[in-house]
């Protein structure tokens, strides 16, 4: 069963179109990041989320992302106004044990712009 | 800068074998180091961290890390089919000001095929 559940499993959406990713955790947790994965490229961080603010972000995660957590469970990502090369694998990942860096994934969104 | 790099592979091994992944990084400052298999499609799965050097084994895998050389190896005994993945390896670089513990550099990743 996976630490945490990301909807929708695959998303395909015309440039310019905002698009909502969803992250789901199954039990309580303060830390949260979200990563990409262009096909055949590196898997790359965007943006950690802790107790509810943005801790640290990349210099992908321009002013088209942002992150919430509006009802205190579920965790998005958005992107504002989707461009061709948004389209990737994008992971919601959350911390295994506090004070390391073990993270474990979702199944991840597969984002398609056309 | 590349901060990790790896072979892209493919490595191609006979079932039984042993299949030796390589990883080096450029921050000598690195802390923390994983190993991270990913199977076509699918997300990265934690497999292996190590933080001190020397060798660290679980079941079948054993992750070796050499700080001073800034080298880090994933070696897979009696290797399966089922071993047949993409291993990427990645580093945190959390010594960094303004870096969270979550923040990991991957490598581009290695494919693995175990061939029966």
């Known amino acids: 069963e996976p630490e945490v559940t990301q909807t929708p499993s695959h998303q395909v959406t015309q440039m310019g179109q905002e698009v909502i990713l969803r992250c789901v955790p199954i039990?309580?947790?303060?830390?949260f990041y979200w990563y990409r994965q262009i096909l055949g490229q590196k898997v790359e961080f965007l943006v950690s989320?802790?107790?509810?603010?943005?801790?640290?972000k990349s210099e992908i995660f321009d002013d088209q992302f942002s992150v919430e957590r509006p009802d205190g469970s579920n965790f998005t990502l958005k992107i504002r106004s989707t461009k061709l090369e948004d389209s990737a694998m994008y992971f919601c990942?959350?911390?295994?044990?506090?004070?390391?860096?073990?993270?474990?994934f979702g199944e991840g969104s597969r984002l398609t712009v056309l | 800068q590349k901060e990790v790099e790896q072979n892209s592979g493919p490595l191609s091994v006979p079932e039984g074998a042993i299949a030796s992944l390589n990883c080096t990084y450029s921050?000598?400052?690195?802390?923390?180091f994983f190993w991270y298999r990913q199977y076509s499609g699918k997300s990265p799965e934690l497999i292996m961290s190590?933080?001190?050097?020397g060798d660290k084994e679980d079941g079948r895998f054993t992750a070796q890390l050499n700080k001073a050389s800034q080298y880090v190896s994933l070696l897979i005994r009696d290797s399966q089919p089922s071993d047949s993945a993409t291993y990427l390896c990645?580093?945190?670089?959390?010594?960094?000001?303004?870096?969270?513990?979550?923040?990991?550099?991957f490598g581009r990743g290695t494919q693995l095929t175990v061939w029966p």
């Open positions: 921050d000598r400052g690195s802390q923390s």
């Open positions: 039990s309580n947790h303060l830390y």
């Open positions: 990942a959350r911390q295994h044990v506090a004070n390391t860096g073990e993270l474990f």
């Open positions: 990645a580093v945190n670089l959390a010594h960094r000001r303004g870096s969270t513990l979550g923040r990991l550099y």
């Open positions: 989320f802790y107790n509810n603010e943005i801790s640290e």
């Open positions: 190590i933080y001190s050097n």
